[in-house]
C-alpha cells in the first residue's frame, strides 16, 4: 500500500511500529478525542486525523532509518524523533540533563543535525524568586553550563 493510496490509517498499519499501532488503535476507539470547541469531532474528521499521524509516523521511521547512522546525543534523558524543519533539513530535539531547584527546574536540551552536529541550550522556567534560591539557581546554572562545555 503507499501512503498516497491510503484510505485510513489501517492501510498503513503495517508499516508502523507495534506502538504507534497501539497508540492509533486506542486514539481510534475514543472518538471524542481530541476535543473541539463544538463537541467530538465528526467521523470523517476523526478518520482523517488519524490517517495524517499515520502518515507523520512513516515519515518519522523512514527519517529514524535514514539517519539511523546519526550517533545520539551522549546525554541521559530524552531523545525525539527526526523531524522535517520545513526547508529540507532533518534535526532530533533532546532533553538532557535536569537539576532541580526548589520547584525550579533547570534542563540542558538542544538540537541535533544529521550531521552529528549538536547545539545545547539550557532553560529555567521560574518567577520570583528570594536571594537564597537565587544564588541556588545560579549555582545550578553554572553546573549546567559547566556540563556542556565538557562535552564540546
Known sequence: MNDDNAQ?????ADALTAEQAAYLA????????????DGPPSPD??????LFAARAYLTQNAAAAL???????????????????????????FAGTTRKVGDIEVIISG???????????????????DAVTARQLAAALIEAADEIEALR
Open 8 to 12: 485510513t490509517w489501517r492501510d498503513l
Open 26 to 37: 486506542n486514539w481510534e476507539s475514543h472518538p471524542e478525542i481530541p476535543p473541539t470547541l
Open 45 to 50: 474528521d476523526h478518520a482523517r486525523a488519524l
Open 67 to 93: 539517519y539511523a547512522d546519526v550517533v545520539p546525543p551522549p546525554e541521559d534523558g530524552h531523545h525525539y524523533p527526526w523531524e522535517h524543519d520545513g526547508d529540507g533539513r532533518w534535526f532530533r530535539y
Open 111 to 129: 538540537l541535533q543535525g544529521t550531521d552529528g552536529m549538536i547545539t545545547r541550550t539550557i532553560t529555567a522556567d521560574f518567577e520570583d524568586i
